[in-house]
C-alpha cells in the first residue's frame, strides 16, 4: 500500500511543480494538457495494471517485471513535457545554482557566473523506483535517474588579471538516486504536508570544459579549479543528508530541516605495507579523511616523509548528520610537493557500524576504488580508532591545563566524573583531568619468529619505547630461539596517555650487529578504558611472528576544581 501511495504522491508532485514553475499563461495551459493526460494515464495503469506491477506473486515464476519497465509510462510523458520543463526551469536552476557557485569559486577566479543556462532537449530517464517504509509519519521514495543530456551552459568567468573566458560545459552524464520525504502525512489533499528532494547517491557525474573560441590551457590550473568548483557546488547543496524542503500545505516544517546529531571522533593511528608511488625512494604519504566531501570539513594529517610505514596518531572531529546513512571516507595520497598528490588506496567504515559511546579498533584494507569491489591488489592497510558519540551525553568538560585545546569526544568520555552525593543522587561536580599514570608493559613471550641465523634460529630480545617521551627499555637476549619466554614488566610513567603510544620492536641479536624481526604499535585507549588486559599481538613488517603482552594501567589523575 505504501508503495501505490508513494508513486501517487510523487507523480502528483513531481508534475505539479513543473507547472509550477511555467510563468506564462500559454505554457500553464500546454502543461495542464500534458498533465491531465499523465494522470488519466496513470489511473488506467493502476486500475489495470496495478495488479501486473504490485502483485505480481499472481504470474507465474518465470514472469518478471523490472524497475525499468514499471517507469516506462513516466518516462514517455516525461518527454512529452520536457521542452516545456527546459523554458520554464532553466531560469529557476540557474537562479539559485549561481550563488552556490560564487559561494566556492577559486581564488585565481573574480566572478563566476551564467551567461547561458538551458536543459536541452533530452529528457532524463527513471530507471528504477522503491519505497522505504517510514512508519506513520512520513513516505520516503527513492528515484534512479540516468541522464546524457544536451545543455547549453556557458559560464563567464573573469579572472583577477583581467582575462575574461567563455566556458561551456559539455558532454553531461549523470546517474544518480533520488530521495523524496513526504511528510508529514495529513488528512488534507494531496494527503502531505511537506516534499524534502536530495541527492541520496551520485553514481557517475562526467562532463567536459572548452573554452569558447580559446584554449582550456591558457590559465594554467583553471579547469581543475572549474570542475572542483562544479563537484563540490553538489555536494553541499543537494547531495544526501542536505535536503531542500517544499512546503506543500502551511505549517511549521523546522523538524525536517537538516540538523547535527553526533560527533565522530577518529584517531589516526598508522598505515602498513603503502604501496610506493616514487621510484627513487618511498612514498610521502599523508592522510585525507571525511563524511561529507565538502572543503571546509575535510580533514589532512601531516606527511610522513619516506616511509611505508607510517605512524601518524592523529586526531580527527567530523560532525554526523544521520549514522543511518553516513560513512568515514579515508583516502591515503603521496605528497608530491608542488604537483598533484597520487591516490595510493582508499577505505571507508560505515557509521551505523558503530556502537555509540564505545571505541571501535580496526585495520582497513586500502582500495584503489571505492565504488569497485573487485580489487585483489595489496595497497596497504590503515589503522583508526573510532568513537561516535551522540549528542545529548553527559560527558562535556573543560581542560584549565590548555585552555586553547578543545577535547575530544573520546578525552571527554575518559575525563569526564560525577560524584555519588550521600542522598544516592550525583554531585554534578564539574572536575576537570590530565589523563596521566603507571603504564606496567609484561612482554611475556613470542611465538612463531621468523629465523634470522643460518642455523635456523635467532637470538631474540624486545626493546620497548613510548613515542612521546621516546623512553626505552628492552628485554634480555634468548638464544636460540623462535619461541623465546621473557615475562619482564617494565613501568613507565606517562603524561599524557590519550596522546601517547606504546611501540615494541623485536631484534636478533648478533655479535657484530642486529637483525630487525618486527614490530607491534599500540596505543592506549584501551588499556585506559579496561584498565588492564593480556592479548597477542601479529608482528607487522615480518614474515611471521606473535608478540604475547600484559598491559596494566595506575591512573594518577590531576584534579582541579573547576
Known amino acids: 500500500m505504501s508503495f501505490v501511495l508513494g508513486v501517487v504522491i510523487g507523480v502528483l508532485v513531481g508534475v505539479g511543480l513543473i507547472v509550477g514553475f511555467v510563468k506564462s499563461e ?14 488519466a494515464a496513470f489511473a488506467r495503469m493502476t486500475v489495470e495494471d496495478s495488479r501486473k506491477i504490485f502483485t505480481p506473486e499472481q504470474y507465474p515464476p518465470w514472469v518478471v517485471f523490472s524497475n525499468q519497465q514499471k517507469l516506462n509510462w513516466l518516462n514517455s510523458h516525461l518527454e512529452k513535457i520536457w521542452p516545456f520543463v527546459d523554458e520554464a526551469a532553466s531560469e529557476l536552476v540557474k537562479s539559485s545554482v549561481e550563488p552556490i557557485l560564487e559561494q566556492y569559486r577559486p581564488m585565481i577566479l573574480a566572478s563566476l557566473k551564467f551567461s547561458k543556462f538551458t536543459l536541452g532537449t533530452v529528457a532524463p530517464q527513471f530507471t528504477g523506483i522503491s519505497i522505504l517504509e517510514g512508519g506513520s509519519e512520513g513516505i520516503t521514495m527513492e528515484l534512479e535517474m540516468n541522464w546524457d543530456g544536451n545543455p547549453s551552459i556557458i559560464l563567464d568567468i573573469m579572472t583577477y588579471v583581467g582575462v575574461g573566458l567563455p566556458v561551456q560545459v559539455k558532454n553531461i552524464g549523470f546517474t544518480g538516486i533520488f530521495r523524496l520525504i513526504f511528510r508529514p502525512l495529513v488528512d488534507e489533499f494531496p494527503c502531505f504536508g511537506a516534499v524534502c528532494y536530495s541527492l541520496r547517491k551520485k553514481k557517475k557525474l562526467d562532463f567536459t570544459l572548452k573554452v569558447v573560441g580559446g584554449d582550456m590551457t591558457a590559465i594554467p590550473g583553471i579547469s581543475d579549479a572549474i570542475e572542483g568548483t562544479i563537484r563540490d557546488a553538489i555536494e553541499d547543496s543537494i547531495t544526501w543528508p542536505v535536503r531542500k524542503i517544499i512546503p506543500i500545505l502551511p505549517g511549521d516544517y523546522s523538524d525536517l530541516e537538516l540538523k547535527p546529531t553526533g560527533v565522530l571522533e577518529v584517531k589516526l593511528v598508522q598505515a602498513k605495507e603503502l604501496t610506493n608511488k616514487d621510484i627513487i625512494g618511498k612514498s610521502d604519504p599523508f592522510a585525507e579523511l571525511y563524511v561529507r566531501p565538502v ?14 610505514n607510517p605512524i601518524w596518531n592523529e586526531h580527527f572531529e567530523f560532525v554526523v548528520e544521520d549514522p543511518l546513512t553516513q560513512h568515514l571516507v579515508i583516502k591515503i595520497y603521496d605528497d608530491e610537493g608542488l604537483q598533484a598528490a597520487e591516490l595510493i588506496g582508499c577505505a571507508h567504515v560505515r557509521l551505523n ?6 571505541v571501535k579498533d580496526v585495520w582497513l584494507k586500502l582500495v584503489k576504488d571505492l565504488e569497485i569491489q573487485r580489487d585483489q591488489k595489496n595497497r596497504g592497510q590503515v589503522h583508526l580508532e573510532l568513537l561516535y558519540c551522540p549528542y545529548g551525553t553527559t560527558n562535556g568538560f573543560s581542560n584549565p591545563f590548555a585552555d586553547n585545546v578543545q577535547l575530544t569526544s573520546l578525552e571527554k568520555l575518559l575525563k569526564s566524573g560525577a560524584e555519588p552525593a550521600q542522598n544516592g543522587g550525583e554531585i554534578n561536580r564539574r572536575k576537570d583531568v590530565i589523563v596521566r599514570g603507571v603504564l606496567s608493559v609484561t612482554v611475556i613471550s613470542a611465538e612463531d619468529l621468523a629465523p634470522t641465523d643460518l642455523m635456523g634460529k635467532a637470538d631474540p630480545y624486545v626493546v620497548v619505547t613510548m613515542k612521546k617521551t621516546e623512553t626505552k627499555n628492552k628485554t634480555r ?22 596522546h601517547d603510544m606504546l611501540i615494541l620492536e623485536v631484534w636478533d641479536h648478533d655479535t657484530f650487529g642486529k637483525d630487525y624481526m618486527g614490530r607491534c604499535i599500540l596505543t592506549l585507549t584501551r588499556v585506559l578504558m579496561e584498565g588492564e588486559y593480556k592479548d597477542t599481538f601479529e608482528l607487522d613488517g615480518a614474515k611471521s611472528g606473535k608478540l604475547n603482552l600484559h598491559l596494566k594501567w595506575a591512573p594518577q589523575p590531576l584534579y582541579r576544581d573547576s
Open 26 to 39: 500559454n505554457y500553464r495551459s500546454k502543461c495542464r494538457s500534458e498533465l491531465a493526460t499523465t494522470i
Open 295 to 308: 572543503r571546509d570539513r575535510m580533514k589532512k594529517s601531516k606527511t610522513i616523509n619516506n616511509e611505508l
Open 353 to 358: 557500524e558503530l556502537e555509540p559511546g564505545k
Open 477 to 498: 637476549v634468548v638464544p636460540e630461539s623462535l619461541n623465546p619466554v621473557w615475562n619482564q614488566t617494565f613501568d613507565f610513567v606517562v603524561e599524557d596517555g590519550l
